[in-house]
Structures are given as structure tokens and as C-alpha cells.
């Protein structure tokens, strides 16, 4: 890999008040790569992502887009930077068609003299090309979000990260509440919008999952980097062990019998 | 990349166009209206229910339903209540009546500072609750007892009364009043009385012309609400807006939807429409009360329900509320042509609130493939 980072995140410190929740943690995405971010619960994944979603500020450290200081004030200004983050479960409005959430915030609109008019026909064609590339079949595209799986689902927030132009793309946690198949299919989608050039930043405590699609992983514990390390470098095992810290685990599996 | 031939689940089952048809928000009040409409044809047919007059007579009252229905039901889709529209009734009456009648101002100046007045309430009604947090019920609920508070305090204080009458001669010769309180068609309704299509007075001073002298401005209103309102709902980006800030705020804010502002215009609109109402009936009436429009937010959200509208917000449908405001306006005004006591209207309403909520949460689970 030597192509430069589109973000690069220094020794980033985030305080909340009393609380030291990011103590100073490094993290760099390239292009075409999937950088998974691995942590046990309360690491701090959600604040690092926050911040580099513009949702929460730095308290300490820099920033870099494209070699560049920034600083976002506000998700919006990420977003339009080209930093898309898929949440877990707030990205869709179950009672609202595909389409209808597909265009949310951004509809294409038909002029009719001085009136717009949402332009359904470019808007439902859109949606069921970009659905078809992540390998999903609408049945209509105004059927209701509601009746798509819950990988479906994140892949119609995919889907539309990258079709609104995307550079680097976070997804927070997608396959934790998902059952194997739709596991497979999200981590299918992953690799299919990697190949498009498009930086992917996976939030995972899954280590099977991470490796899975993972080209370089980073380990989050206590609100510090404990190390990046790039795929074929690390083993699965070792992974594990740097998340939940070690000797502990050891002795938990060996009492449970197997790899948890 | 170029996966196009994904293969169509087999374990989801065709779905029948009869089917796909009847889940749709409109469906409890479209069953409603053919029911109220069959059941009257039957039992009150020859009592004048359906000839010229019997049809203005439900129609105007259905046509006062639906006016405020449109705008509890583009509220409720965003997610949100508002319960001081009956207050907000009496309270806009009370406010033409007083500027008007009392001041002595035109009454144009008298609508058009109470539209402003009203909309201004409605906005800060909205700016309250998105700034607080707080639910619309309980935002609202105290707009309801202020703002009947005030309309039953400001005309003892200045007129000793809680009536003030006298509107319609300050609306005489108005350019504005008669938007709101005119007729149309007045020759079209003459020619089908010539026609022999409709009744004419067979004596008195208006002997020889049509029982029914045109269409009131009430009922342009309300048609006119509903089409714009459906159009902006169904076929706008800020119709999208509406229904992302009522589905899951969280998700549309997520996406840069500008939930606060599209709420906060919702009550405007909420407001507007209650406005509309009271401008209508005073100018009708001739005068303003301090009871007007009691009960009339329940009955709005009623109308909406039946229409198919989810209390939860982020979906329902304004040809829905319509239909449920034209259910209400037919039955209420059918029972007095059935002879049937009209306190039977009150039980009426209960029981179709029951049955339309109970469809509603059964429409929505099928779309929403909840099991």
C-alpha cells in the first residue's frame, strides 16, 4: 500500500468532562482499503467514529483530510466532505418505501413550471440499479423498508452512501445483529465497495467477521490504539487477546472449552 | 461488480394485485364511506338526505371536518399532535370579532392580523416542543386551556359578554370577507333550477329561484386544502420531509432532513387550517363565540385516524382524513334526517375510533412485514 490516506486521525483525546474517553488514538484509511476497527464494548470505537463523523469534536489531536487540517463542525460538514457513516439501526425509516429512504435529505425533483415535483421515475430506477450492484433484487421499489431483512437493510444505507458519492464510508457494527447469510451478504457487500475504490471503515467486535474482509486492523482498549496491524501479519487468536486483554480470556476459554 | 442477475427470493411469496390494493392507508375510510353512504340510502332515502339540500347540508358540515382534518393529519404524519385546535378556533372568531367589531377596524385588517396572530401561536406552539423535547400532547394541551382562557376573558373585559355579534355587517361590502363566507356557482344553480334539475322556492320573496343559491366558500376551502396538502405530501420533497420527521426523526436528521423547521411549519399549517375554520364560521354566523370549536381537536384527530393516519406519525394519507372527515359530516347530519337522537352521534364516534385504530395496526403490520 503506498497511496496516501484520505483521512489520517492523530493522537486523537476525547474528554468528556471527568472522562478520558479517547486517550490518544492514531488511525489512518486508504483507498480501496477495508480498515477494521476492533474493541471490546466501552473501548471507545463509538466515540473515535463520532469524532471522525463530525459528531463529536477532538478534544486533543488532528485531523487530516486529503493532507489536510480539518475540522467539521457538524455531521453535515463530513458528510459533504465525503465521510458517510452506516449506523446500526437509525439509518432507515421502516415505514417509508425503499426509494422514499433511499432519497431522504437529497430527492431529485422534476420542474413543473414554477412547482418541483419529486421525479419518482428517475428516483425508483436509481434505487433499483444501485440495489442490483449489491446483489439485491427489490421486489418494488416502493415496497416498505420495513419488509427487508435487517442485512437488506443495511445494504440499502450502503447502497446509498456510495451512490451520494462517498469516499470513505464507516459502518458501525453492521453484522452484530445479524444471522450468518445476511453476515455473508454484508460482508460481500463490503468487499464489492472496496473494489470501487471507496475506503471502508468497519466497526466490529467480531474477530471471524473482521477477518473475514479486514486488509488492516486496528485494535481499540481502554480509549488507546494498542497497535495496527496489516492482514497476514496478525492471527485471529492474537487478535482476540489484544482486544479483551489476554491472560483473562485464556483461562475463561479454557474453562468454556473452544475459541469464544 | 456487475451482479445484475441476483436471483429473486423463492421463500417470498407473489403477492396478489387485490391484495397490494387494499393495503393502503385510505382503506378503513374508503369500506367507512361506502358503509355510512350505503347505510343511509337505506334508511333515510326518501327523508331528503340526498336531494339538493339534504347534499349542501352534510356537505358543508363535512366539508368544517375536513379543513381541520387536513391539517391534524399532515401534523400527525410528522409526528405530532396538536390539541389546541378548537381553542385556537374560538380564540381566531374571538379575535376577527373584537379587532372588527369592537375596534372598529375593516374586517380584512381584522382576518389578516388574526391569520397572522394564529400562525404565530402555531409556530411557537412547534418551536416549544422541539426545543423542549417535551410531547405534543402536553405542549398542546396547555395551548387549549390558554387560549380558551383568553377567549372567554378578552370579550367580558372589553364587551361584558361572551358573544360578540354584528360581523356580518362588517364584513358588508367587503373584498376579503367573501372569500370566506361567499358562494359560487349561484348561476349554474339557477340554470338547474330552470332546468327543473333542483327545487325552487314555490313562494315567498325568493319564490321562483333555486333552493340552493350556490356553493359555499367553506367547501372550496376544504377541497382546495386537500388537494394541495395531498399533492404536497405524495408528490414533493417536502412531503418526504413530513413523513421522515414522523417515521424516525433520529434517521432523517441523520441524512440532513431539517426535522425541527418541516415540524414547526406543520403546526403553522395546523394553525392556518384552524383559521380557516373560525374565519368561515364567524362570517357565516355573523357572530363570534367563546365556545366555538369545543371538542373540535378530538374530532380532527378522529377524522384522521379513520383516514388511516398511525397516532405514532410517519404514515397516513390526507384523502384518508378527508374521507373520515366526510364519514363524520354524513353520519352526524344522517342521523338527524334517520330521526335517530343525535347523542347516538358521540357513541358512533367512539365505536369507529376502536374499529379504525384496530385496521390501522393491522395494515401497518403487514407492510411493515412485523409478524
Known sequence: MTTEPIIEMRNIEKHFGPVIALNGVSFDIRPGECHCLLGDNGAGKSTFIKTMAGVHKPTGGEILFGGQAMHFDSPRDAMEAGIATVYQDLAMIPLMSVTRNFWMGREPVRKVGPFKFLDFKTANDVTMSEMRKMGINLRSPQQAVGTLSGGERQTVAIARAVHFGAKVLILDEPTSALGVRQTANVLSTIDRVRKTGIGIVFITHNVRHAMAVGDRFTVLNRGKTLGTAARGEITPEALQDLMAGGQEMAALEGSLGGTV | ?371
Not at chain 2, 318 to 332: E, N, S, Y
Request: charged share 10%; net charge neutral; proline share 2%.
Open chain 2, 1 to 371: 461488480m456487475s451482479n445484475t442477475d441476483a436471483t429473486v427470493d423463492e421463500r417470498i411469496k407473489e403477492t396478489s394485485k387485490l391484495r397490494k390494493a387494499l393495503i393502503r392507508p385510505e382503506l378503513g375510510a374508503i369500506v367507512g364511506t361506502v358503509a355510512v353512504f350505503a347505510f343511509f340510502i337505506i334508511f333515510a332515502g326518501d327523508s331528503g338526505m340526498f336531494n339538493a339540500q339534504g347534499v349542501l347540508n352534510w356537505s358543508t358540515v363535512s366539508a368544517q371536518f375536513m379543513i381541520i382534518a387536513v391539517g391534524a393529519c399532515m401534523l400527525m404524519i410528522a409526528g405530532e399532535f396538536d390539541l389546541s385546535v378548537g381553542s385556537m378556533i374560538g380564540f381566531a372568531g374571538m379575535s376577527i370579532a373584537i379587532i372588527s367589531v369592537t375596534l372598529g377596524w375593516p374586517i380584512w385588517v381584522a382576518i389578516l392580523l388574526t391569520f397572522a396572530l394564529c400562525i404565530a401561536i402555531g409556530a411557537l406552539n412547534g418551536i416549544i416542543v422541539v426545543r423542549t423535547g417535551l410531547p405534543s400532547f402536553i405542549v398542546t394541551l396547555a395551548f387549549l386551556f390558554i387560549l380558551r382562557g383568553f377567549t372567554i376573558f378578552f370579550p367580558q373585559l372589553i364587551e361584558r359578554r361572551t358573544i360578540i355579534g354584528g360581523i356580518s355587517e362588517a364584513a358588508e361590502g367587503d373584498w376579503l370577507a367573501p372569500l370566506f363566507g361567499g358562494k359560487v356557482g349561484g348561476g349554474f344553480f339557477i340554470w338547474l333550477g330552470d332546468l327543473g334539475v333542483i327545487e325552487v322556492f314555490s313562494r315567498g320573496t325568493r319564490a321562483g329561484q333555486p333552493v340552493v343559491d350556490g356553493i359555499p366558500m367553506l367547501i372550496i376551502w376544504a377541497l382546495g386544502l386537500v388537494a394541495i396538502a395531498h399533492i404536497i405530501l405524495t408528490r414533493t420533497q417536502f412531503g418526504n420531509w413530513v413523513f421522515a420527521a414522523g417515521g424516525d426523526a433520529q434517521a432523517a436528521r441523520y441524512v440532513g432532513v431539517p426535522v425541527d423547521r418541516v415540524k414547526i411549519q406543520m403546526f403553522m399549517f395546523t394553525a392556518f387550517c384552524a383559521c380557516v375554520f373560525a374565519t368561515c364560521q364567524v362570517i357565516e354566523f355573523g357572530s363570534a363565540g367563546a365556545d366555538r370549536g369545543l371538542l373540535k381537536e378530538f374530532e380532527a384527530i378522529i377524522a384522521v385516524v379513520i383516514g388511516g393516519a398511525l397516532l405514532t406519525g410517519g404514515y397516513g394519507s390526507v384523502i384518508g382524513a378527508a374521507l373520515g372527515a366526510l364519514i363524520f359530516g354524513v353520519v352526524q347530519q344522517g342521523l338527524f334526517f334517520a330521526g335517530v337522537e343525535s347523542s347516538l352521534f358521540r357513541v358512533f364516534l367512539g365505536v369507529i375510533l376502536l374499529f379504525a385504530v384496530i385496521l390501522n395496526t393491522y395494515i401497518r403490520r403487514i407492510i411493515t412485514g412485523e409478524r
